[in-house]
């Protein structure tokens, strides 16, 4: 027969040991709730990137991990998100990395003019010295590309069709990155900066008559309902961006390995068999809204890229090199990557 004093002990240990496993299962079983940000209109291509990559990841980790995903600003302003990111207060966000150049000079190597001839192209930079460049850099700032991601853009405009660098001049443009701004006030425009998300309401009052963005943002912004003429990112363009899929270094330091390893490994697999086909299919919906539209459209040739291109070299390109840290050296890795 036990003791009243054997009992007690045997029932402190039963409690003890069952407070152990509930604690061990909570956090076993304990949910990371990930804040997603970006700029762009829900159904854009890049919100869709966000809702595909944490629903693949969701399907491998079940509820180990929430997303909770902001779009249109609605969290944090466009250029803010970097901040953000860095401190942790931001723990992902579909980023235009050109968008931090202004802390990270370097960065403006993901918008230069004619650095980038196709998306394909672009998109093999994850796998070249210039691409492991790139995200060195990030990485020593706080940030982890997840997703590449680029998009091509053109130029639209509600004065005249803008085939060549000199019929910029006397435009009122927004041209999207500083080595763009650069380029375009060589070629006479007057440049005004701001995130895509204003466009649309700068050209309905008169403050830009000229712009460059991606073909998704000339759509899901609707800016076939200001401009008259449309340079088309078809077989040529001058514009690419990098933005890809970003989570905060912080945020990264959080996650178990296993878990580090299955978004890791979604991202290459989004990388690899997503972006390009979902990405490329907005230029053709571009054309076929700004036809309806009634905007006059216009297909950039190999030899007006070539003119482009040679007057970047002489403006953009020699800015960057001159301005930014290394910028030969990065410069260089994204020439080898163009062939």
Same mark, same amino acid.
């Given at each position: 027969m036990l003791s009243d004093h054997n009992l007690g002990r045997g029932t402190?240990?039963?409690?003890?040991?069952?407070?152990?496993?509930?604690?061990?299962?909570?956090?076993?079983?304990?949910?990371? +709730?990930?804040?997603?940000s970006h700029q762009f209109a829900e159904g854009d291509v890049r919100d869709q990137l966000v809702?595909? /990559?944490?629903?693949?990841?969701?399907? +491998?980790? =079940? +509820?180990?991990?929430? !997303?909770?995903? *902001?779009?249109?600003?609605?969290? /944090? +302003?466009?250029?803010?998100?970097?901040?953000?990111?860095?401190? $942790?207060?931001?723990?992902? &966000? %579909? !980023?235009?990395?050109? *968008?931090?150049? $202004?802390?990270?000079?370097?960065?403006?190597?993901? #918008?230069?003019?004619?650095? %980038? %001839?196709?998306?394909q192209q672009a998109m093999s930079w994850q796998q070249k010295p210039?691409?492991?460049?790139?995200?060195?850099?990030?990485?020593?700032? =706080?940030?982890?590309?997840l997703v590449w991601a680029w998009l091509e853009? $053109?130029? =639209? &405009? &509600?004065?005249?069709?803008?085939?060549?660098?000199d019929e910029a001049k006397g435009l009122k443009m927004r041209a999207a990155g500083k080595k763009f701004e650069y380029m375009l006030k060589e070629a006479g425009a007057s440049i005004t900066s701001m995130p895509s998300s204003e466009i649309y309401h700068a050209l309905s009052t008169g403050v830009l008559d000229s712009c460059l963005t991606s073909s998704s943002s000339f759509v899901s912004y609707r800016l076939y309902e200001q401009l008259k003429f449309m340079n088309v990112p078809k077989d040529y363009a001058i514009w690419y961006m990098a933005e890809p899929l970003v989570i905060s270094l912080k945020t990264w330091e959080r996650l178990k390995p296993e878990q580090r390893k299955v978004f890791q490994?979604?991202?290459?697999?989004?990388?690899?068999?997503?972006?390009?086909?979902n990405f490329s299919k907005d230029t053709q919906t571009l054309i076929d809204e700004f036809t309806k539209a009634g905007v006059q459209?216009? *297909?950039?040739? @190999?030899?007006? !890229?070539?003119?482009?291109?040679?007057?970047? @070299?002489?403006?953009?390109?020699?800015? *960057?090199?001159?301005? %930014?840290?290394? $910028?030969?050296?990065?410069?260089? #890795?994204a020439v080898q990557a163009m062939q």
């Open positions: 402190c240990g039963v409690v003890l040991t069952t407070i152990l496993v509930l604690a061990l299962c909570t956090v076993a079983g304990a949910q990371i +709730k990930l804040k997603v809702k595909v /990559f944490a629903e693949r990841v969701t399907n +491998k980790l =079940g +509820k180990q991990v929430e !997303f909770r995903v *902001y779009p249109a600003s609605s969290l /944090f +302003k466009p250029k803010e998100q970097w901040d953000a990111m860095r401190q $942790g207060t931001l723990d992902m &966000s %579909v !980023f235009p990395l050109d *968008y931090a150049a $202004g802390k990270v000079p370097e960065l403006s190597i993901t #918008l230069l003019p004619c650095s %980038v %001839v196709s998306l210039i691409g492991q460049r790139l995200s060195k850099i990030l990485e020593s700032n =706080g940030a982890k590309i853009g $053109g130029i =639209g &405009s &509600s004065v005249r069709q803008v085939r060549l660098p490994d979604v991202g290459d697999e989004m990388a690899r068999d997503w972006v390009v086909p459209l216009h *297909y950039m040739t @190999k030899e007006e !890229f070539q003119q482009w291109q040679d007057f970047a @070299k002489k403006t953009a390109w020699k800015n *960057y090199e001159e301005t %930014v840290k290394d $910028g030969k050296e990065i410069l260089d #890795l």
